[in-house]
DNA sequence: GTTTAACGGATTGTTCAACAATTATTCATC
DNA sequence: GATGAATAATTGTTGAACAATCCGTTAAAC
């Protein structure tokens, strides 16, 4: 049955011209990547090194060698002689990310380069978001979140800190992948959007900059409150299998 | 002939267990990192997987691990099937790097958590700055210059965004080991970090923040002028060794 | 019956040797 | 002096091997 698994994996859009494997290694963490930000590899489970190895048909070296960089880029997490495993962010991540957002995001609101062009990207983002909440779809309303305020990292200019910003992201992700109960935490926040779009519009910085902060303070109250509602509800909390 | 980047370094690793082990690609990336960082490997050097492994005493497998975390954190950049070479930052790296100051130190001064200790110890770090500048000694100067920085981030409470910053000091100094002639860099900016420190005493946090942005902006330029003025001056661009 | 010790299996950490693929270098040829 | 083929050197990747470590189970001791 593993060998199954093995010829299944076999992934790869051979489509278009497929990017050269060149650096294998590489190539391998954007498959791991993509199907952890997908949800097949959901946080806390343990990334054996000869069931991947053989499923990606690649060496356990070269394993490892993605391992690193997913490693390097907190995707992942290492413990020494047991193993990797997806991230599982608890709280103290939640923290995390919210302390660098609510810096990154107002600064890039305040100093940034609003052009015409990013700002008609952003209207269709938030269209896109109503759009989805009218829809009542829930997956949709997040991914127009994360765009958004990827949008908004950009308009820094930067490429680190955009990266950094998807990082942030992606961890964001792994938190609510992680929680048993996904509650309906945009479909609140859609309208603030809306208003953070009109005001860079209007030029009015301080205001976009005061109003994101004060949006992410309350979005990491309610993320917090609901990881405390669900570590208090469930008592045996460790991994799911 | 070729005069590789020979690094004759005889590495006893087995004697009386230093480190431990846990982890030898880690331990690996670190001495790289340090040896980089004193400048030990100049930017632009190859790093041959075979010279490397020898003189380290680890095997190439290994040592590949390492390159695969260094290369996530930009201190090195691999070419396929070229090998890897200490990274060598131009104009256009220096731009990024300013970019991401530009948007994170203001941010931190603005909205980070103020306390005594750390403006005591930023008093301390400007008081070597000042001490170093009496001495003419540069390196001290760079080095006090970088941990005020560093510690202006720190303001922001966040780990990754202290990292990023390190990274990109990191960056910086690769910027000046690569400059032939390394200009008094430092010296005219030591009385602005005083005047910041004052300012975040004082809780002046706006005109903290708009003497940063200020300082960087100036600090950029002149970085930018020198690398144009060398980049004129030698013709051959490429080819450190 | 509970705690401790020992054993064995499984997995990670690391090395080594080998080979394909690519790049760099040498050398003969025009 | 250029051109291009032959050759050497390096990287990319694999597979097998072995030590070290962890985990679960069994055996022993109190």
Request: zero cysteines.
């Amino acid at each position: 049955m593993v060998l199954e698994a093995a010829a299944e994996l076999d992934n790869e859009p051979t489509g278009s011209g497929s990017a050269e494997h060149a650096h294998t290694a590489a190539w391998i963490a954007t498959v791991l990547r993509g199907r952890i930000a997908a949800g097949e590899l959901t946080p806390g489970s343990k990334l054996s090194e000869q069931s991947l190895s053989t499923a990606l048909g690649v060496s356990r070296n070269t394993l490892r060698e993605a391992f690193s960089t997913l490693a390097g880029e907190s995707i992942v997490t290492r413990i020494p002689n047991r193993g990797v495993f997806v991230a599982s962010p608890g709280a103290e991540e939640v923290r995390e990310i919210y302390r660098v957002r609510r810096m990154i995001e107002p600064a890039a609101a305040l100093w940034g380069e609003v052009t015409p062009e990013v700002l008609e990207n952003m209207g269709a983002i938030v269209r896109r978001a109503q759009a989805a909440r009218d829809a009542g779809s829930v997956p949709d309303m997040a991914d127009a979140n994360q765009a958004l305020h990827s949008a908004v990292v950009g308009l820094t200019g930067s490429e680190s800190l955009r990266t950094l910003m998807d990082r942030v992201l992606a961890e964001m992700r792994l938190v609510f992948y992680a929680m048993a109960s996904a509650p309906d935490f945009h479909s609140h926040y859609v309208d603030r959007n809306v208003q953070l779009v009109e005001r860079l519009r209007a030029g009015q910085r301080d205001e976009a900059a005061a109003g994101l902060r004060a949006y992410l303070d309350s979005a990491e109250a309610e993320l917090l409150g609901h990881l405390a509602d669900e570590a208090s509800q469930d008592v045996t909390s460790q991994g799911t299998r």
